[in-house]
RNA sequence: AGGCCCGUAGCUCAGUUGGUUAGAGCGCUACCUUGACACGGUAGAGGUCUGGGGUUCGAGUCCCCACGGGCCUACCA
């Protein structure tokens, strides 16, 4: 029957029917019970509310790959998959898609907001998971969890319940990130620093009762309406007499005390710092030291409060450069400076963050982090790249309490209740009703929510059962490993750390693999706002998931980031589409083939290809031993990439082989074989093509996921087989290693590339067959040519390859090109420009006389030859005596070049 | 301020414990529309590894300094 194969290989058509099989048939679905070892690995949890991006498309494609991988290794593989409330963000969206209808959510009032949130959600929240399908990730989706879901929120409550049992959560009023957009306060690590060219504002603070006065400097003025004291060194010998008089704060006229503190800097500015307590963690600290009062000058939403007097109402900026005119109108103000400074932003709103006094919920660190530390130390959870550790450490080391209260809807509801007499709290897993302390059944939950990443960092065990001893629990933590980006590495790989070692005892993963981060042409990080984002969806639109997938995971080089672009990507489609000419290739010859009688089956059964490579004459031809030599060796060396998440070796391992070794050597060498109907040659190479094809789509398929199944389909597979994707990962059989095919098939390469290059150097039309001669003094080489002459003949378009011994070789006239092994000849009857040849010999030789003498050199020197090893000295040597037959060679050729006038080869 | 990383062919990057004329893809040049593939084939040009110093028999690889670029952490007003 004949088959009909589209030209090129066009993804769209293929794509969407795999990625709905996979998920139809629940392909992927773990079983606790399933024999093997264990690879599970739980996806880092992406905002319900985002969509693919390029990011996501990287991990994902690295943490698809080693999963696939090791599924295909026989290993009980669970890859689980699933999304994360993102409170925040998403909160965020509704507000301002309720407010695109005219609602104002506020007034919506809190569990309305939350149901609007829930259908919100429903509608329109699954969209990454739904891309997640569609390129074909292969999680098992029955598993798939929410961090806001019931039964995360009840494991997620479970935990509070117990840090706060504990005494490692508290409740504390303090200075805390606030952000006056979101509404919310924030933790340490959602504030983002950037270096901002800003003003230090010198400003003049009359002494009470005197006529100097003390110069403050600031970078924020308006924070000046809340200043309650000046502060200086103690020791500061210029101001030591002023400490315990009062200034006259300018602008409020309101007497602050001068206090000493050693927290001030006299080098800095000068020597005098204006203390506001409500408004600087510093001057906070200061606050309490010296007992000051604490004077709140701002309101939620970055105004003025009342506290500021005549600037009550003024957002913040303005009333900076109000109280700026105002002193400088009253000559408070001395002078304006340049002044850099690092300033503190809202990581989702890029609102400038605002210190603000607050009373929060917080987790203390340190004795989560001290097991943390210890278990990386120990190497019970590796790293990698391991230069992350580092920053692990440091940061780990110099861990702060962490502010857990957010003031927003969306989110898991604190489970603290006060009650109204006494403002007791009441802590517990259920609502309870009473005050536990008095009794009262008075009681108001805690409007705040947690922090998300609360609950992500729970996420290793709770999708699993935890606290309960699931099945799934049992078997699949801790997972092997976790694949993140290292931008997140405290946001939730540090915190995943201390909460699984806290509460399960042991390491929520193996390893931690940090992976790289994608960058524009340009270099800078993508970002959506700046609109330099590269959408994946569009791209695997044009390119095909397969060449996307490819693509980064040939560039996921351990530590570097990517820059992608179309050439890129264009490099990866065409490798799919090399392997579906293959395919091509192989499914029209069959046709022709088939018409002889041979059958499909007979040639490409499953346990047909598994008995490969067949002989011929009881013997494995050369090409074919070779071929699985070299599927061995790739076999062995992506696993080892793979083992060692270098999936950049991997990738470039199996497009040289399919490309390199499967189409342009061996396909290309049997070619002329494959139609001689009947005959044991054309039968062998067919059955060794398809296993070795069969082999290489099983290498490729944890990359390219979509073409290796619909191609896996075209070939004959076992009964009930459903899918490439529980087939076999190749193992390199012990019978296809052997260094002998390697070694003359690389000669052979070497005499036939030899050769093309001869006749292109010549101009030779392509078609044009000419003979050419061969000498050498290798035995197994000459047999090896002579066993394959007339593949070497067709490679290098030769009428007639002559072997010649080694004294009749004639130099002297043809194009003639030597290694130490072997010479070639092609003999041509037209004049040949030797000008070319000599330029090119020249250069050989400068490079060769360069070797040979830093050889010679070394190989000279006693000190080297007492200190080298062995097996470098002999390395050395071996290839000495190599380069100087070349040499020689080449030096007699030079010789016979300029001899000759021109270069007029014989016969 | 502290810490980390990078600087290798025109471009983007590999280069495993220091060891034998430094690799790939893209781009470039020349030839080839050959019955799988022009999203292709063949051959080729092109780096002395940012600069300087050092350790070593031997350095792209280790150490120091400089220059250039990036990142992380940090309460200097």
Redesign the pocket.
Known sequence: MAREIA???EPQQIEPRWADFWVKEALFKANPSAPGPVFSIVIPPPNVTGSLHIGHMLEHTEIDILTRWHRMRGYNTLYLPGTDHAGISTQRVVVKYLANQGINYQKLGRERFEQEVWKWKEEAGGQITRQMKGIGESCDWSREKFTLSPEMSRRVREVFVRLYEEGLIYRETRLVNWCPDCLTVLS??EV??EERQGHLWHIKYPVVGGKEFLV?????PETMLGDTAVAVHPEDERYKQLVGKKALLPLMNREIPIIADE???????T?V??ITPAH???DFEVGKRHKLAEIDVMTDDGKMSAAAGSYAGMDRFAARKRVVEELQKQGALEKITDHA??IGLCERSKTVVEPRISTQWFCKMKPLAEPAIAAVERGEILMVPD?RR??YF??MR?I?DWTLSRQLWWGHRIPAWYCKEHNHITVARDTPAKCATCGSTNLEQDPDVLDTWFSSGLWPFSTLGWPENTDDYKTYYPTTLLITGY?IL?FWAARMIMMGIHFTGQVPFRAVYLHSLVRTGS?E?MSKSKGTGLDPVALNQQYGTDAMRFCLAS?A?P?????LSD??L??A??F???IW??A??LF??LDKFEQTGAKLEELAGPEVRAKAPYTVAGKIPLVDAWLFARLAATIEMMNDALENYRF??AA?GVYQFF?GDF??WY??WVKPELQSAGRERATAAWKNLFAAFDAALRLLHPFMPFLTEELWHQLPQAAGAKSIALGQFPEGEPRWRSAEPLREVAQIQEV??ML??IR??M?L??KKKVAAEFSTTDRSLENAIQANREAVERFAVLSELRMVAKEKFDTTSGAVRSTATFDVRVVYSETVDAGAEKV?LKKEKE??QK?IA??ER?LG?E??RS???E??IK??E??LAQ?KT?LEKLQRRLGDLDGGSSQAAGT
Not at 216 to 220: F, G, K, P, Q, S
Not at 263 to 269: K, L, T
Not at 559 to 563: K, L, V, Y
């Open positions: 030209k090129a290989y340490d690590l983002v620093h403050v400097a600031t970078t924020r927290m001030v800097d006299r080098e800095f500015g020597g710092v204006k600087d963690p510093n400074n690092a230069n580092e920053e440091n940061w110099n702060r931008d405290f270099g990080k560039m080089a530590g570097t980031d990517i820059i050439d890129k264009a490099g489609r065409n799919a589409n090399k000419n293959a091509r290739f029209v010859n950049h070796e470039q490309w189409c342009d396909i290309e036939v590339t093309r290059a292109a150097e101009k039309d392509a090119r490079g060769l070797a830093s050889k070394q020197d000190t080297f200190r080298a090893p097996k470098i390395g050395l071996a290839t380069q070349e």
